[in-house]
């Protein structure tokens, strides 16, 4: 199979309900809802493993824009959806990307990808393969928070612990262009022109917690995310420990 998953050794101390727990976490939800932050610090206070599902079809998206590939193109692209080996670490501390052992971890965030992955999002085979090789992650390795947009829905409909996690538009432009220095409302134009693509391939599990992130800060997004994790295992709140 095309895929490996690596959790470094030292990733960290494994806390109560640790990577050997087996506990999946979906989370889902818009970009710039602020998943991979969430998801990532959630991870790393509950010693579980971390997947960024969007950085395997950004991946896959690098590599057909570096080969000239037209992503506009559902027949080419569909055929060449098995053809690059795309590897991703699961170390929420230092996540990373490879496609053919060329790591583009840093690549993938460009807007030329940005711009071209829905297209190559949207196309059926795309995701029949990767969603293969993301439940095959899941499975093997132990416990792990994954995100994307149809964790809770399609990948892992069985997640025991399923988050939706939103913000209102001008807070998720916002966000967007601090971190990629452009202006917040071309921003919000990209991204509305991306949420409409991605729609089909979104959705809310209907047992998923929705956490409106748009007046909450960062750490009180993951301490949610974590208690709702804690409560599924059985394992007290450390606040609720101490009393
Ligand atoms: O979250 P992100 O911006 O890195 O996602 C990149 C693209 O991949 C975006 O167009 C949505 C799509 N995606 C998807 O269709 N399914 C997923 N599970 C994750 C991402």
């Given at each position: 199979m095309n895929v490996s998953a690596d959790l470094d050794s030292d990733t960290g101390e494994e806390s109560e309900t640790g990577s050997d727990s087996g506990l999946i976490v979906a989370v889902d939800g818009p970009s710039g809802a602020g998943k991979s932050s969430a998801s990532r610090g959630a991870a790393i206070e509950l010693g579980l493993r971390y997947l960024d599902t969007g950085s395997m079809y950004r991946a896959l998206t690098w590599w057909l824009l570096d080969r000239g590939v037209e992503v506009s193109d559902a027949g080419a692209v569909g055929a060449l959806a098995a053809a690059p080996r795309i590897e991703v670490g699961t170390d929420p501390r230092a996540p990373w990307v490879r496609v053919d052992?060329?790591?583009?971890?840093?690549?993938?965030?460009?807007?030329?990808?940005?711009?071209?992955?829905?297209?190559?999002?949207?196309?059926?085979?795309v995701r029949a393969h990767l969603i293969a090789q993301q439940r095959d992650i899941i499975a093997h390795g132990g416990g792990i928070v994954a995100e994307g947009r149809d964790i809770g829905t399609v990948v892992a409909p069985d997640a025991p612990v399923k988050v939706y996690?939103?913000?209102?538009?001008?807070?998720?432009?916002?966000?967007?262009?601090?971190?990629?220095?452009?202006?917040?409302?071309?921003?919000?134009?990209?991204?509305?022109?991306?949420?409409?693509?991605?729609?089909?391939?979104?959705?809310?599990?209907a047992d998923a917690v929705e956490i409106d992130s748009t007046r909450l800060s960062l750490d009180q997004v993951i301490d949610i995310i974590v208690q709702l994790a804690r409560e599924y295992s059985g394992v007290p709140h450390p606040r609720q420990q101490s009393r």
């Open positions: 052992g060329t790591d583009i971890t840093s690549v993938i965030r460009t807007r030329e990808v940005t711009d071209a992955v829905s297209a190559v999002a949207a196309v059926p085979r996690l939103t913000a209102e538009g001008a807070e998720r432009a916002s966000r967007r262009a601090a971190e990629t220095h452009r202006s917040p409302a071309a921003t919000e134009i990209d991204q509305d022109r991306r949420d409409r693509l991605d729609t089909a391939q979104s959705g809310k599990a």
